[in-house]
């Protein structure tokens, strides 16, 4: 997804949400995050791909990981996070500052 330019959360990994999505995809993608403890979705507000891609995952993940894994959903999306940690590079990699002037105008 577009959302990764500009900056990201430090040690994200990008997952478009059509991946997520697709079946055919499933196993490989419970393999890829199967041994992180906390699966964290967003896009770039957190209202409907983020969302989306939290409870497809965890419907995919039901029987699988024993609910081990904690599936949460990041409140305000990369927009709220870049307002608040966007400078912060522990925190934030890749940050394109002009990037997120007006990115909603």
Not at 27 to 42: C, N, R
Not at 69 to 76: P, T
């Amino acid at each position: 997804d577009e959302d990764f330019v500009g900056g990201h959360i430090k040690g994200a990994r990008n997952i478009p949400i059509q991946q997520v999505l697709d079946d055919s995809n499933s196993e490989a993608l419970i393999s890829s995050l199967k041994d992180i403890p906390k699966v964290i979705f967003h896009c770039a507000l957190s209202q409907v791909r983020g969302p989306k891609g939290a409870l497809t995952y965890k419907r995919m993940t039901e029987g699988v990981t024993n609910g081990e894994q904690e599936i949460l959903v990041l409140r305000g999306g990369f927009a709220q996070w870049q307002e608040k940690y966007g400078k912060q590079l522990d925190l934030t990699e890749d940050y394109d500052e002009e990037t997120w002037k007006d990115p909603f105008e």
